[in-house]
Antibody
Framework: QVQLQESGPGLVKPSETLSLTCTVSGGSMSNYYWTWIRQPPGKRLEWIGNVYYSGSTNYNPSLESRLTISIDTSKNQFSLRLTSVTAADAAVYYC??????????WGQGTLVTVSS | EIVLTQSPGTLSLSPGETATLSCRASQSVRSNYLAWYQRKPGQAPKILIYGASNRAIGIPDRLSGSGSGTDFTLTISRLEPEDFAVYYCQQYGSSPLTFGGGTKVEIK
C-alpha cells in the first residue's frame, strides 16, 4: 500500500490562496485517482475533488470556481490550490488515493487555519 | 448531490454487544457504491466496507455491511474495545462524493 503525506502552510490569510501538496511513497501513481477531502471543525467530511494519474480532474461544484488540483507523477506528488479563502475553508485537509473513485488510502491529514 | 443521513448520532453499548448503524440516502446510490469508514481520535478514516457489503482487506467478519438503493446498514457483532470509534458512510456512485454525519459508538 502506498503512503501519503500532506504538506503546506498551516495558516493562510483570508482572501489569499491555500496551497497543499501530497507526496506519495511506496508505489506508483499510475492508474490511481488522487483525491482531496476536508473536514471543517464540527462539520462533516467534504469531498473536494480528484485527479487521475493522466491529469484529468473532477471537482466539487461548490468549490470549482476557486479550485485547481494538479498532479506531477515525476515527483510522485499531487497538489491542491484554493483561491480566495475564507474562514469557511479552515479544516483538516486529507489527501487520499484509490484505484477507483473510492478513497481508500488516506494521509494523516493537515490542519489549515484561516486567519489574519 | 446525494445527502446521507446517519442514525443514531451516538450508540452507547458494552463490549460483546452488537452495534447496528444506519445510513439513509436522499436518492438511490448508483450501483450500491456505498462505503463505511472508521475513525479514531487523531487518526485518518480507515475504510471498512465498500460496495455496500464487501469487507476491505484485513477487516474481520464481525463487521458486515448490507443494504441497497437508499438504505444501508453497518453491523458490528461482538463489540471489542477497538471498535469504539466514529463511523461514517460515504457514497461514491455520483459526483460530488458525499459523506454522512457520522455515528459515534461509545462504551456504555
Amino acid at each position: 500500500q502506498v503512503q501519503l503525506q500532506e504538506s503546506g502552510p498551516g495558516l493562510v490569510k483570508p482572501s489569499e490562496t491555500l496551497s497543499l501538496t501530497c507526496t506519495v511513497s511506496g508505489g506508483s501513481m499510475s492508474n490511481y485517482y488522487w483525491t482531496w477531502i476536508r473536514q471543517p471543525p464540527g462539520k462533516r467530511l467534504e469531498w473536494i475533488g480528484n485527479v487521475y494519474y493522466s491529469g484529468s480532474t473532477n471537482y466539487n461544484p461548490s468549490l470549482e470556481s476557486r479550485l485547481t488540483i494538479s498532479i506531477d507523477t515525476s515527483k510522485n506528488q499531487f497538489s491542491l490550490r484554493l483561491t480566495s479563502v475564507t474562514a469557511a475553508d479552515a479544516a483538516v485537509y486529507y489527501c487520499v488515493g484509490g484505484a477507483t473513485w473510492l478513497p481508500d488510502q488516506w494521509g494523516q491529514g493537515t490542519l489549515v487555519t484561516v486567519s489574519s | 448531490e446525494i445527502v446521507l443521513t446517519q442514525s443514531p448520532g451516538t450508540l452507547s453499548l458494552s463490549p460483546g454487544e452488537t452495534a447496528t448503524l444506519s445510513c439513509r440516502a436522499s436518492q438511490s446510490v448508483r450501483s450500491n457504491y456505498l462505503a463505511w469508514y472508521q475513525r479514531k481520535p487523531g487518526q485518518a478514516p480507515k475504510i471498512l466496507i465498500y460496495g455496500a457489503s464487501n469487507r476491505a482487506i484485513g477487516i474481520p467478519d464481525r463487521l458486515s455491511g448490507s443494504g441497497s438503493g437508499t438504505d444501508f446498514t453497518l453491523t458490528i457483532s461482538r463489540l471489542e474495545p477497538e471498535d469504539f470509534a466514529v463511523y461514517y458512510c460515504q457514497q461514491y456512485g455520483s459526483s460530488p462524493l458525499t459523506f454522512g454525519g457520522g455515528t459515534k459508538v461509545e462504551i456504555k
